[in-house]
């Protein structure tokens, strides 16, 4: 009835919240019907947020719970990921009328701030031929035209990327340390660290030399054999595939697949949230810009009150509660694999 989060109840009747819990998701000896109830429960999202995050599961499959609720948030609707959850698992509502309401072998670098540390991967993202099987008489070199080899430099403080490069085979160490300092020019400076694996391109003394001269301290190299080892930029490779290359065919030409991986790259610092950073994107990270979903937010419940508190993070209501609004869904750089949503408020 007041709109009471799960700790709010439990600090009024002195108990713990997963006391209340518990009795929330029993509520057995009488029904539901026992429970302190309003005509309308103030914690009741009306049907077209049903609607909207339904709409936004079918136009972005790949979305989970929890991304999704960050995204909304950021757009400036602020629902819990278990309510979105429930939601996604109940029958789709009508579309509403418009008259209705690493461990490291050497001492461990903690990054501070952005550019203090930076980390470089290699990986290979297949054409439209595929890689071939490794075994005669099939073997064939993993390198174009089957692939494409592709490296990533990320900041870890902010999880932004710095820069991809694509090359036509295996790159030598002369084409990554090239690779890193186009990365450094655009940026306009260099790390303080760059931590990368035992490869053979990055544990050599031509790496090494090259670090010196650009008056970075000497590379760290994450666990020899160990998968996780540089898990940060790992964890993005696989992001890039899962949510880019693995969604279009990728281009025989390097510089057609060198667009369609700076696609991505834009989008995914500028628009995609991220778990680690608690919603915000690596560009409001790295560029110490407040954070869309700190913005005031949209609150669609007529009758919710202003003073109790909303899904997290906790923002003011703009404009009056029981405002309705419209879902958009662009998509950056004509890409459908990379939308951007929007909420507006309807006439």
């Not at 080892?229 to 390097?254: F, H, N, Q």
């Amino acid at each position: 009835a007041r709109g009471w989060s799960l700790q709010e109840t439990a600090d009024a009747f002195q108990l713990t919240a997963p006391t209340i819990a518990s009795w929330m998701q029993r509520v057995d000896e009488a029904g539901t019907d026992a429970l302190v109830q309003i005509r309308v429960p103030v914690n009741k999202f009306p049907d077209f947020v049903r609607y909207v995050v339904q709409r936004l599961r079918v136009l972005c499959p790949t979305m989970g719970k929890v991304k999704m609720a960050q995204t909304l948030a950021r757009a400036g609707l602020h629902v819990g990921a278990t309510t979105i959850g429930r939601i996604l698992k109940d029958k789709p509502p009508p579309e509403p009328k418009e008259t209705e309401e690493a461990k490291s072998v050497d001492r461990v670098v903690t990054s501070k701030y952005p550019n203090h540390v930076w980390l470089v991967d290699l990986t290979r993202v297949p054409t439209g031929a595929g890689l071939w099987c490794s075994w005669l008489p099939f073997a064939l070199p993993q390198q174009w035209p089957f692939c494409h080899w592709v490296a990533v430099v990320m900041d870890h403080a902010s999880r932004r990327a710095m820069g991809v490069g694509v090359f036509a085979k295996r790159p030598h160490c002369r084409d990554i340390c090239a690779f890193l300092g186009r990365a450094a020019r655009r940026t306009g400076t260099v790390p303080k660290y760059v931590l990368c694996d035992r490869d053979s391109i990055f544990d050599c003394d031509a790496f090494r030399r090259w670090i010196k001269r650009q008056g970075i301290q000497p590379p760290r190299y994450g666990a020899l054999g160990r998968h996780g080892s540089i898990a940060v930029v790992e964890r993005l490779i696989k992001t890039m595939k899962d949510e880019g290359t693995r969604r279009v065919l990728i281009p025989y030409r390097r510089r057609a697949c060198r667009r369609e991986l700076l696609a991505f790259v834009d989008w995914y610092n500028e628009h995609r949230p991220h778990m680690t950073l608690g919603g915000q994107t690596p560009n409001e990270i790295y560029f110490a810009q407040r954070p869309a979903h700190r913005g005031p937010r949209l609150e669609p419940r007529q009758r919710w009150p202003r003073a109790s508190c909303c899904a997290t993070p906790q923002t003011l209501v703009a404009g009056q509660p029981g405002d309705r609004f419209h879902v958009r869904v662009a998509f950056h750089a004509g890409r459908r694999h990379l939308p951007v949503v929007s909420l507006c408020r309807a006439a």
